[in-house]
């Protein structure tokens, strides 16, 4: 059975909460940036001072949007190092 967007947002949210003791920081999901593909969805995110304050001195470095799986919710980290479309037409071609 497919994950719905409801469920992996959560898996999202969990992704981004066991990141935070690394980090230092609260993370939030962007909800406004999150991409539905026919694989599954993209969610990017950033730090929860940076959303508040929009002080760049907030914002995070490295935060590669991740994906979850319609399939079977499994969270895969993207990267930076290309656009978005670079990492996406991967998943796309599994």
Do not use: C
């Not at 690394?22 to 999150?34: A, H, I, K, S, Y």
């Not at 980290?77 to 479309?85: K, L, Q, V």
């Amino acid at each position: 059975m497919e994950l719905t967007k409801t469920e992996a947002r959560q898996q999202a949210l969990r992704y981004l909460r066991s990141q935070e003791a690394t980090v230092g920081f609260e993370l939030v999901l962007l909800d406004d940036f999150t991409l539905e593909r026919a694989f599954g969805w993209v969610f990017f995110y950033d730090s929860k001072r940076h959303v508040e304050t929009r002080d760049f001195r907030d914002a995070i470095a490295g935060n590669a949007p991740i994906v979850v799986t319609k399939i079977n919710g499994q969270v895969h980290e993207t990267g930076t190092a290309f656009p978005i479309e670079y990492y996406l037409r991967k998943f796309e071609s599994l």
